[in-house]
């Protein structure tokens, strides 16, 4: 029997958007398995630059002019800082950026105030919340940490999706993101909790059990404002999708809207927990 063509063209979709899915997992976990801070903090950077330039392209739309170079080289070495010096290297270069674009301000008349806050707040957006990432990696239990906190994540994602598409109902903000629902985010929460639970009997971290589903929260939490707010800031654009770097999943910003906001709240729901730091690698 034959397949019907809008069939065939959904299964398709779906191939692709799953190949993209293993691919860009299997590049975390040998990352965070094998790279150690440094490794990881090439991947992240790679990340997160994609990202800021689909976030200053939105932002063109709308008429503003950041200072791309500024934002990109403040972004590319965000992570390469927090893995070399810690949250001092991180905090570095984001002083560094706000100095160089208070200057580019006052030197060049035709620059905006507008212009000058987009510049400082896409990488801080992307490349300072990312960045934070490796900097859960260098925690002691990193490696575990981390890994938690990217499958906790994916768990967010697939198990608030599939939920919210059987079941959900009560739409969470029909305005910003007309898919999501109550229902899907309580699944959500539910499975993101359940890995951070596995993760206490199943490894060491020296954290309680009680610390491990606060932060289980704190990561559901966090993936729902980060996915909305990249939702809202398409729709200030008039666009569906960040871009188109990434077939199946739109664009970078698209697929990591979630993590961007997940691992600067992990990162300190893990100190405020009683996790230590091992220092830079």
Known sequence: MAVPPKAEKGLSALLIRTGTAALIGAAFLAAILFGKTMGLAVLISMVATFAVAEFFAMSRRERRLPNELFGWAAVAAMPFSAAAFGAFGLTAVVSILVIASLLWHLLFRQVRTTDTAITVFGAVYV????????????????????????????????????????????????????????????????????????????????????????????????????????????????????????????????????????????????????????GPL
Do not use: C
């Open 127 to 278: 490349g300072f919340t990312l960045s934070h990432f490796v900097l859960i990696r260098q925690l002691d239990a990193g490696t575990v940490l981390a890994l938690a906190t990217i499958f906790s994540v994916w768990a967010n994602d697939v198990f608030a999706y599939l939920v919210g598409s059987a079941v959900g109902r009560h739409k969470m903000a029909p305005r910003i993101s007309p898919n999501k629902s109550w229902e899907g985010f309580v699944a959500g929460t539910v499975f993101t909790v359940g890995v951070w639970v596995a993760v206490y009997f199943l490894a060491t971290t020296g954290l309680s059990l009680g610390s491990h589903i606060t932060v289980g929260v704190a990561v559901s939490l966090a993936a729902v404002v980060g996915d909305l707010a990249e939702s809202r800031l398409k729709r200030e654009a008039g666009l569906k999708d960040s871009g188109t770097g990434l077939p199946g999943h739109g664009g970078f910003l698209d697929r990591f809207d979630s993590l961007t906001l997940v691992s600067i709240v992990t990162y300190y729901m893990l100190l405020i927990g009683g996790a230590t730091v091992g």
